[in-house]
């Protein structure tokens, strides 16, 4: 049996901005604001500890500061997705068309320049009927846009985002246009991936109470990478009010379950709900009393907590990727997913260490006994960890003995 998992970039978070804001530079600009906002309302490894109640060691919390920082400064956004559908609204035809040419423009000098995220894209409107005409209108006219301006490349990892999907025809018709678009543009075939978004009802299961996901992912035929789950849109749908929507509602639950179930298995991408709720001040100007800015430090601090424990919860869940909304939330993203590796690091190493010396049998670490089901966890951790970037290779063998192609093929 081989792993699911591969050596292979995975992003943590995807972030969506309007199309009628992006600029070449906006993921550079996203993480100077991010550093500024850490600078601010958590100048040191103790401060942002308290904030998000991190526990452990001194040596533990100063590391997760300090490659969360480094991280902002460095590469603040993995995944970009420039948003024609919730995040941009409904406009006159000729206002779209223009935003699909200037944000196409906008990502070919990003491209150029090396700006660039490693992962990157646009989120169309729904191919349900009212809005199908107007999704691949923009669709045809932001990539033929892009490929002109990039004398006929793409940026790797480029990708196109189907919102609501409710049935495979949707996402066939997609497909076939991709296709088409392809070889209009000279591009190889499967240049283009998807990603679905599974934000009704009828994408868990069909009219006749069948699973609805299979046939969905067969539609895209090899194309989709991930699908991303939509838990404000899902729950609408079910009726549920908003003061009781959530990402940790019984409903979600279920739904991102019979997406792991399903989705997982196929090596698709899971991607998890956002938290709403953003780290903005209360109070804004310049000559703010000490009772306003403390409002502003408190306010701030709870949504970066309740963004940390929802990344966490998610990560736990087995969704390692999931949304991010504004700069400000991308400080909490990082520190969780570097506190989810880093925090489990020594005993998840232990027990790889000994199961591999065991020569793949039966281990006893401590008082916990790892067999092959329980030590392809092991395993899978710390792929993910490397996939993510939270983990590198040399600190893995040096503490297990392992290095990076015996991890991938143990299992």
Known sequence: MTSSLKLERSPVHVVYGGAHRYKHDTPQKLGSIAVANLRSYASDAP??????????SSELIETVYERTRLKLQSEPVEDFRIDFEDGYGVRPDREEDEHAQTAAHELARSFRDGLCTPFTGLRVKSFAAATRARAERTLSIFISTLIESTGGKLPEQFCVTLPKVSSPAEVADLVDQISKIEAENNLDPNTISIEIMIETPSAIFDANGNAALPAIIAAAQGRCRSAHFG????????????RHQGLRHSSCEFARNVMLATLSPLGVRLVDSITPEIPTPAHRGIDLTEEQKQDNLKSIQRSWKLHFDNVLYSMSNGFYQSWDLHPSQLIPRFAAVNYFYLDGFREQAERLKNYAQSAAQAALTGSVFDDAASARGVVNFFLRGLNCGALDATEIQAATGVDSHQLASMF
């Open 231 to 242: 838990a404000y849109d899902y729950t609408a749908a079910l009726g549920i009010s908003a």
């Open 47 to 56: 401060d942002l500890s308290r904030t998000l109640g991190i526990s452990g």
